[in-house]
């Protein structure tokens, strides 16, 4: 089983910026994607990305500010934020798919999940 474990999380200013990181244990071909979930809502899909990394979707919530990336040659996956808002405040949730060039925006499609990582941005 792929352990998936996410870093980069904190305390930010609104209007500023964080990177978060999900490394897996072990190189896959696999889609892989972003979710977060805020306090007493549902979880939510952020963005995803294809193996080479040549197909991506972002939520339009999030589109324009926020950016997923990946390297392969560490098995690693990346969430650029900028421009962060009050609103983006929730757990992040790194998620591993079993499709290779579907783009899944919901959750019962993804088969392995990270522990998550706490973002903040107060009002």
């Not at 609104?14 to 977060?36: I, K």
């Not at 997923?68 to 040659?73: A, E, K, Q, V």
């Not at 983006?88 to 079993?98: G, K, M, Q």
């Not at 990270?114 to 973002?119: D, E, I, L, S, Y």
Request: with cysteine.
């Amino acid at each position: 089983q792929v352990r998936l474990v996410e870093s980069g999380g904190g305390l930010v200013d609104a209007g500023g910026s964080l990177r978060l990181s999900c490394r897996s244990s072990r190189h896959t071909r696999y889609v892989m994607a972003w979710f977060r979930q805020a306090p007493a809502r549902e979880r939510e899909f952020v963005a995803a990305i294809t193996y080479r990394g040549d197909r991506t979707d972002h939520a339009d919530s999030i589109k324009g500010r926020f950016t997923i990336s990946r390297n392969n040659d560490i098995n690693t996956i990346y969430l650029q934020m900028d421009s962060l808002r009050p609103e983006d405040t929730a757990v992040y949730y790194c998620a591993l798919a079993s499709t290779i060039e579907d783009l899944p925006t919901t959750s019962p499609s993804y088969d392995s999940w990270g522990q998550g990582t706490q973002v903040t941005v107060p009002s």
